[in-house]
């Protein structure tokens, strides 16, 4: 009954971590509690052009994955409950939109959607233009402020640069009342613009960054660490606090954050990692553990050549540790013939059962071609025959080890080889 108990609250405990990383909006809260963020300037910035009746534009620059969205989707969430009747929302996207007439129709289209009014799929795109034009007035003289958030912004800085000519240009008039956001992934979007739009824009701009490995530790910590109201047993949670707060501490711990953000440090790959660490969660102590997070990063680390290298046969095996001691003796060059003398000099000095025909270790050297394991130096010497174009390893030392290790049916010997042990 005690293990059905623990299990239960494991489960519980289980779904309440998963309800918080699924959640945009708990990931991101940490964002509302200092004034120093760009998600704090940001809200600033078009809140008091809202509550201001005045016209802004402002950029998003930083690598993709950074929280540029995050920040405008928050910023959004809070201003549509301020002001629930003063916004309107018109999202664009650089990747979709970036011809004039396409994104003068939408914007079109959106405007017409969001003040229920019946839009025109013939319309031209000076009517377009010219309806927006109006819109904004209209909009303007209702104190309602439209806000365009505008996407992959350096591929609307491509071409005549119409669209955002026209809408700086009518953000001028004082009936108008809009917010222009950029977001972009390059930092010199503001240079791409053209005189004439650069001189109507405010050239304000906010710079995201990735996250430090201390900013993804206080992530994780928010994310993981659990609240006394999540409705779970006061016990549960001193223990299980208490335990993630010795495993946080833990140098290995720090170690796995850095291999994982070395390979990705967005937001995004961070939650994905969380997850799985907590589906895999000791369902018996009901307490997650450092195995939880070692078994994350491994399942997070993309491995296909691991795949390929599982489960070939011991002379494929053999055929690479010939070829790397080949490489290790930095032999330059070399060939199937090459690899047999190695292949036959070993046979030789260790007199083992694991002895080829040629026409045999030729079909598996072809098999490892074909995986890819392997492949040809040059693409000189195609009219050669097989056995006399040099090749060359396609894995590393390290990989080549693991797979040694991992294959059941490796002889020891292989493994000595590997070693570079000396043979008699």
């Given at each position: 009954?005690?293990?059905?108990?623990a299990a239960s609250?494991a489960s519980q405990?289980?779904a309440v971590?998963?309800a918080?990383?699924?959640?945009?909006?708990?990931v991101?809260?940490?964002l509302?509690s200092?004034?120093?963020?760009?998600?704090?300037?940001l809200?600033?910035l078009?809140?008091s052009?809202?509550?201001?009746?005045c016209?802004?534009?402002?950029?998003?620059?930083?690598?993709?994955?950074?929280?540029?969205?995050?920040a405008?989707?928050m910023?959004l969430e809070d201003l549509k409950?301020?002001?629930?009747?003063a916004?309107?929302?018109i999202?664009?996207?650089?990747m979709?939109?970036?011809?004039?007439?396409c994104?003068?129709?939408?914007?079109?289209?959106q405007?017409?959607?969001e003040h229920?009014?019946?839009?025109?799929?013939?319309?031209?795109?000076?009517?377009n233009?010219?309806f927006?034009?109006d819109?904004?007035r209209?909009c303007?003289?209702?104190?309602?402020?439209v806000?365009?958030?505008?996407e992959?912004?350096d591929?609307?800085a491509?071409?005549k640069?119409?669209l955002?000519y026209s809408?700086?240009?009518?953000?001028?008039?004082?009936?108008?009342?809009a917010?222009v956001?950029?977001?972009?992934?390059?930092?010199?979007?503001d240079q791409l613009l053209?005189?004439?739009?650069?001189s109507?824009?405010?050239?304000?701009k906010l710079?995201f960054?990735?996250s430090?490995?201390?900013d993804?530790e206080?992530?994780?910590?928010?994310?993981?660490?659990?609240a006394k109201?999540?409705g779970?047993?006061a016990?549960?949670?001193?223990d299980?606090?208490?335990?993630l707060?010795?495993?946080?501490?833990?140098?290995?711990?720090?170690?796995?954050?850095?291999?994982l953000?070395?390979?990705d440090?967005?937001?995004?790959?961070?939650?994905?990692?969380?997850?799985?660490?907590?589906s895999?969660m000791d369902?018996?102590s009901?307490f997650?553990?450092?195995?939880?997070f070692?078994?994350?990063?491994?399942?997070?680390?993309?491995?296909?050549?691991?795949?390929s290298?599982?489960d070939?046969?011991i002379l494929?095996?053999?055929?690479?540790?010939c070829?790397?001691?080949?490489?290790?003796k930095?032999q330059?060059?070399?060939?199937?013939?090459?690899?047999?003398?190695?292949y036959?000099?070993i046979?030789?000095?260790?007199?083992?059962?694991?002895?080829?025909a040629?026409?045999v270790?030729?079909?598996?050297?072809?098999?490892?071609l074909?995986?890819?394991?392997?492949?040809?130096?040059?693409?000189r010497?195609?009219n050669q025959?097989?056995?006399y174009?040099p090749?060359?390893?396609?894995?590393?030392?390290r990989?080549l080890?693991q797979s040694l290790?991992?294959?059941?049916t490796c002889?020891?010997?292989?493994q000595?080889?590997?070693?570079?042990?000396?043979?008699m």
């Amino acid at each position: 009954m005690a293990a059905a108990a623990a299990a239960s609250v494991a489960s519980q405990a289980q779904a309440v971590l998963r309800a918080r990383l699924c959640d945009p909006g708990f990931v991101h809260s940490g964002l509302r509690s200092s004034p120093d963020t760009n998600y704090s300037k940001l809200k600033y910035l078009v809140a008091s052009s809202v509550s201001e009746a005045c016209n802004n534009s402002v950029l998003l620059l930083g690598p993709r994955g950074c929280g540029k969205a995050a920040a405008v989707d928050m910023v959004l969430e809070d201003l549509k409950k301020e002001h629930p009747d003063a916004i309107s929302v018109i999202r664009l996207n650089g990747m979709l939109h970036s011809d004039d007439n396409c994104a003068t129709k939408e914007i079109a289209r959106q405007l017409c959607l969001e003040h229920q009014l019946s839009f025109s799929k013939m319309a031209s795109s000076d009517d377009n233009t010219e309806f927006i034009i109006d819109m904004l007035r209209e909009c303007g003289l209702a104190h309602k402020t439209v806000l365009f958030i505008l996407e992959e912004f350096d591929l609307f800085a491509q071409g005549k640069q119409r669209l955002l000519y026209s809408l700086l240009d009518a953000m001028q008039t004082l009936t108008s009342q809009a917010v222009v956001i950029g977001v972009s992934c390059r930092l010199d979007a503001d240079q791409l613009l053209e005189k004439r739009v650069r001189s109507r824009f405010s050239h304000r701009k906010l710079l995201f960054v990735p996250s430090s490995l201390e900013d993804t530790e206080r992530l994780v910590e928010h994310l993981l660490i659990l609240a006394k109201d999540s409705g779970l047993p006061a016990k549960y949670i001193t223990d299980y606090n208490s335990r993630l707060t010795t495993i946080f501490s833990d140098k290995k711990f720090k170690g796995i954050l850095n291999t994982l953000m070395d390979a990705d440090a967005t937001t995004s790959n961070i939650l994905r990692f969380l997850f799985r660490a907590v589906s895999y969660m000791d369902m018996e102590s009901g307490f997650l553990s450092m195995e939880s997070f070692l078994k994350a990063l491994s399942s997070m680390q993309r491995q296909p050549k691991m795949d390929s290298l599982q489960d070939l046969s011991i002379l494929e095996l053999y055929i690479l540790v010939c070829m790397h001691r080949l490489e290790d003796k930095e032999q330059s060059s070399y060939n199937f013939t090459s690899i047999m003398k190695e292949y036959r000099s070993i046979q030789d000095a260790y007199k083992t059962s694991d002895k080829y025909a040629t026409n045999v270790c030729f079909r598996a050297f072809e098999h490892l071609l074909d995986r890819e394991l392997i492949s040809f130096g040059d693409n000189r010497g195609r009219n050669q025959a097989l056995e006399y174009r040099p090749v060359k390893l396609l894995i590393s030392s390290r990989e080549l080890a693991q797979s040694l290790k991992l294959n059941t049916t490796c002889p020891a010997v292989l493994q000595k080889l590997f070693d570079r042990e000396r043979y008699m």
